[in-house]
């Protein structure tokens, strides 16, 4: 998949001809994204890729129209974000579809990863995939928090001071880490003005490892809900028009979502507080970041020492990268998986339950429950997903992709138990296939 | 495989269960950022700009600035406003004439162009509306140690809890008028201290003010302290109401716009979806998946 000129791609027009056989970018797309084989029982959840390139482009056009009228200047930046509010041609426009996108953009990327982590697509052939994946999390992360601080509002500069001061719990080096970061001795106009030259770059870092992140898709496939590997062209669909459509369906649902937070509730998910000028004698009552960052909050806030907690808040993430090693399983499916299934739920309403108790005041009740909260990620990913793929017994897997389609084209399949009982008596054999298994990926 | 099903009907119900969950999710995690804290009691009023539809209401609008010119502008700034954007016509309105005459009630202190000195002159419609103190300081001091905030973004500017489960109702509600409520029910909220409470000097108790229950700013209005021309009731509820639309429109003066721009963007986009949907249908037809 990964060579050229291998397609049946005969253009017709004689200049394509000859820019493709000297950059065969034509054949390139031909092969990448029109004839592209994809397994044809993807469900909704494998929509959020697509949906989450549009979110990139989308932020970065709205950002590069708001770099233009912005000022990062601790004595204008607060002014300029209310000029564009106010004063630019649909500037409050732009600037919503900027604050909303972010928040957007993270609900699809957390979609986006529990789709992944549920139907076992970390699992090989697919380690560098996820962990590239993992790299685009963090660096969206990383941007998103310099993008908060910009409007330099109270909560843009309460956040960064309580963020940035982390590092200074790494031993020895920690006080000069946060020097450095702000560029003096407390948050102030050189931290806003390296803040903004990074959220310029990072986002362009981001495309690029994007680009290899679909790459990666591109060698080893698409995983499927069934997680079995495609067999024969019989399981597959081009990807033009067959997902193309589908995403842009769902694309367009989303930006109805997208949409209706944009122009009827737009500051429903931003802090009220970040509408008052960052005053550094002034602290906050609560300091709370962005509602997509609370699940980390709440872990570092949940470890007593301040250094326990910054090494479990960014554990919380680095784990990721290596849960393609922890799970033992030989299915990928969470559908054939009962007791991953489970945990995997559990998991799911810990990390919600994580994101709630970072609003709550760090007292009582609410750290106990974020402690158990945070025990449960890590037991999860640490011991969980090893134990349960070495004693689970995993339903009967279908032969392959046509067959499970077949099986479950009775039952509503994208609910797991009406496709599950379809496809619980696979053809031939009562055995529980290797295939989906990471231990023997087969190439096509 | 949302539509496998062959009922094409049945689809409907499934997206907007997709949709709910995706308020729902967002409302959520979202609205849990503002969940922390105990809140007053705030009734909720009926404002002409809540809604889908919602509007600002003109004369609602030219009586909360009579009211901020009387009353309010005497402590509180109104930094983003200029002169000109009250004449806007989604908002107070006036006529250009009319802005002209308030302008020039204001008083500018500007450099000379010839000399390079400061000298006074009346405001006109590019102006913004001037402080009534020259720096923070002077406000705090005339202000018993206490800055008056600026008026411009306020009503955006008040973490009004909601609670769980408000908080996520909210996001169903449409509801994005918490700063104005709140306004009219801090205005509203002066009360006699319990007996057992002890008083705070130079404070005046107002359990519905957001930093502790006692706040640095006497009650502002009284019943018939504003002339209004246009037999609206001048009382204290109605005052509290007209300055709370007028902030909030001074806050968002791009509501109507963006809400009217909304409704024309939400209609394109469901009807290019239903099309999308029909496309993808036929497409798939003959395909088992």
Redesign the interface.
Known sequence: MSGHGSSNFQPNSKVVRWIDSRLPLFSLANEQAIEFPTPKNLNYMWTFGAILMFMLITMMVSGIVLAMHYAANTELAFDRVEHIMRNVNFGWLIRYIHAVGASMFFFAVYMHIARGIYYGSYKAPREVLWMLGVVILILMMATAFMGYVLPWGQMSFWGATVITNLFSAIPLVGPTIVEWLWGGFAVDNPTLNRFFALHYLLPFVILGVVILHIWALHISGNNNPTGVSVKSSKDTVPFHPYITIKDLFAMVLFMLLYAYFVFYIPNYLGHPDNYIQADPLVTPAHIVPEWYLLPFYAMLRAIPSKLGGVVVMFASLLILFVIPWLDTSRVRSAKYRPMFKIAFWVWVVACIALGWLGAQPAEGIYVLLARIGTAYYFLFFLILMPVIGLFETPKPVPNSISEAVLKGKSGLSHEDEAALRGSEKPAGSGDVRPDGAPAAPKKD | ??E??KIGGAVVPR?AR??FG??L?????????????EAPHIEKQDWSFSG?FGRYDRAQLQRGFKIYRESCGLCHSLD?IAFR?LTDPSGPAFSEEAAKQIASEYTITDISNETGQPFDRPATLTDHVPSPYPNSTAAAAANGGAVP?DF??IA?????HRGFPGFIV??FA???EN?PDYIHALLLGYEDPPADVEPVPAKFYNPVFL?GNWIAMPPPLQDGQFEYTDGTPETVEQYSTDISAFLMWA?E??LV???E???R??IF??V??LL??L??RK??RN???
């Open positions: 495989m949302l496998t099903t997206i997709a949709a995706g308020v999710a967002l409302a959520l995690l979202g609205g849990a950022a503002q969940a922390a804290g889908i983003y954007n905030p411009s973004l955006k500017a008040r973490a009004v909210d996001a449409n509801y994005a700063g930093a806050a003066p791009h716009e963006r809400k721009f909304g409704f963007a939400m986009l469901a290019f979806a999308l949907y496309t993808k497409l798939w395909i088992a998946h």
